[in-house]
């Protein structure tokens, strides 16, 4: 399955951050319980750092639903 394209402000976001953003989850406590239980990768590999820096080119997956970090058109 293709990752959507969420595109970032800033250099980096943090991987609960990016969660919501990219609509993976619904609230904080959610990302939190979703990466504890090692639900999360980051570039293939399971991600257990809610406060891991994420950049433009990484891509987030829970189960066969998948984002990847694009830089913000103008910044």
């Known amino acids: 399955m293709t990752p959507d394209d ?3 402000r800033d250099d980096t976001i943090r991987l ?4 919501k953003l990219a ?10 319980a979703v990466i504890a239980d090692g639900q999360v990768t980051v570039n293939g590999e399971v ?6 820096q994420l950049h433009p080119g990484d891509r987030v997956a ?3 639903r998948s984002a ?3 830089r913000a058109a103008g910044a």
């Open 47 to 52: 991600e257990l750092r809610r406060g891991r």
């Open 23 to 32: 609509a993976l989850i619904d609230t904080g406590a959610d990302a939190k």
């Open 62 to 64: 829970i189960g066969p």
């Open 16 to 19: 609960g951050q990016f969660l």
């Open 6 to 8: 969420v595109p970032i």
């Open 68 to 70: 990847r970090v694009t």
